[in-house]
């Protein structure tokens, strides 16, 4: 598998090796630059599927599940010109001959992402045909406000022996729709939809994340005419004939907020260019009262352990602005370490304290009641044999791993791979004791 991406993403690397073996205890000093953001370059790179005009996105991250999605996009008959600058890989996607029936159903099952194709094929064809999305296994991750949203516009679908069609014969057409739930998927999928509906759409209660702005942002470099941005209420006037664009993706904000919790778990201090502060939201100040310190300088944000060393926090993982989800398994492998006890809330999805197992297997002491861990930080973590269960676990198993003392073995790095851009060596040439085998 890994070998046929990188037929289709010349720069993807097949895994050298299925175990990281890492030897923690060192402080992480040093430069790590940060990629673009997954979670904003998998929507940007379908809403290419809308234009048949050229799109080129800077600061792609070359990760998995771009991968993947590069290799679904090129069965449906996108062309893609790749190239790397200073400013990191940059992809143009020419989506003037689209098939929206050559579906390669086994990729669709690998990524959730992938429901967002639906959007935008049923939006550029009149029809669409996918097999259940997959994804990592955090929860139920229903698409029924995806569903909704588009039936509000006019398509009929039916989900028959795990396949959803949709056909729009006549098009789509603008509506009024309210998410129960400010979902960032169905944001995106409905925004992807209605930008080339007729008429006005409005998405109340819509999903306020950065990548959904970044992603609005690139549809109107594109032609779209979209308003409220970063708001809750979308309002879409559809039907504009797109044209072509060239947009540079937001910065990783998990990524960035991850190896913050690394330097200051490591007692180090890690320069992140391309960090920003501001789009942590609520995690900056959780960040701040847990004794990680950081602070914008020329060459990027530094990233310390704050003087008063690392303290127990309490928090609750929201849609944006609040902590994100992303970064709650990265605060929980720190937190473990901390002074005092700590309760995290994960509000967001049902299933994701996988990772608990795992750091207990490295020492932590973590008791789960419903939605809520309590830890009690114990210092530091030893190394132990663990597996990677999602793709934010899999970092903060890393991170565990970077910060306890001993050897650490992770299996299971599909997760990892999917959602960071050279992990392992950006981390070893900031001083980690850090290979893969
Ligand atoms: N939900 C429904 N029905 C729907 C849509 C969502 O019940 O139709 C529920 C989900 O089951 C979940 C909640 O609503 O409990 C929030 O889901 P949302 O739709 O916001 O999440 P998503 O679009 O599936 C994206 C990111 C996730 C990130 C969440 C929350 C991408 C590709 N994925 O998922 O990222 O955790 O938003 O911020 O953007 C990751 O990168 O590791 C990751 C899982």
């Known amino acids: 598998m890994n070998a046929s991406l990188s037929t289709a993403a010349p720069w993807w690397r097949p895994n050298t090796g299925h175990r990281l073996i890492v030897r923690g205890g060192r402080p992480l000093v040093g430069t790590y630059p940060i990629s673009g953001a997954k979670n904003a370059v998998l929507p940007l790179m379908v ?133 129960p739930q400010p979902s960032v998927g169905a944001t995106e999928n409905l925004l992807l939809a209605a930008v080339a509906a007729t008429g006005t759409t409005t998405i109340r209660n819509a999903a306020r994340e950065p990548e959904i702005a970044d992603l609005a942002t690139c549809l109107i470099a594109m032609g779209a005419r979209i308003a409220g941005l970063g708001t809750h209420v979308l309002t879409i006037e559809g039907g504009a004939l797109l044209g072509g664009a060239v947009h540079t993706v937001l910065p990783d904000r998990i990524e960035f907020g991850t190896l913050a919790c690394a330097a200051a778990l490591t007692d180090g201090e890690l320069v992140l260019p391309h960090g920003r502060v501001e789009l942590l939201g609520a995690a900056a100040a959780s960040f701040a009262a847990a004794g990680i310190d950081l602070h914008d300088t020329e060459d990027g944000v530094v990233a310390r352990r704050a003087k008063d060393g690392l303290i127990g926090v309490d928090l609750t993982t929201a849609p944006y602005p609040g902590f994100a989800t992303d970064l709650q398994a990265p605060m929980m492998a720190l937190l473990a370490a901390a002074a005092g006890t700590s309760a995290i809330t994960e509000s967001i999805f049902e299933q994701r304290f996988r990772h608990v197992d795992e750091l207990r297997k490295m020492g932590a002491d973590i008791a789960v009641r419903g939605r809520t861990a309590r830890i009690r930080g114990v210092g530091r973590l030893h190394g132990a044999a663990v597996t990677c269960t999602d793709v934010r676990a899999a970092a903060a198993l890393v991170l565990a791993g970077v910060g306890a003392e001993g050897e650490t073995t992770l299996d299971g790095l599909d997760h990892l791979d999917r959602g960071y851009d050279g992990m392992t060596e950006k981390l070893a040439a900031c001083g980690a004791d850090i290979a893969r085998r």
Do not use: K, Y
């Open 47 to 179: 809403s290419a599927l809308l234009t048949p005009h050229l799109v080129t996105l800077r600061n792609v991250p070359a990760n998995l599940d771009v991968a993947v999605l590069v290799a679904l996009l090129q069965r449906l008959g996108c062309g893609m010109h790749w190239s790397a600058s200073d400013s990191g890989l940059a992809v143009t996607i020419a989506a003037d001959r689209v098939q929206p029936r050559r579906i390669d159903a086994e990729l669709v099952t690998r990524m959730r992402a992938s429901v967002l194709l639906f959007g935008a094929l049923l939006a550029r064809g009149g029809e669409a045909a996918l097999p259940m999305p997959g994804g990592d296994a955090i929860g139920l991750r229903g698409i029924d406000f995806h569903v909704t949203g588009l039936r509000a516009m006019g398509a009929t679908i039916e989900l028959t022996d795990g396949t959803i069609r949709a056909t729009a014969r006549d098009g789509l057409r603008g509506a009024d729709i309210l998410l």
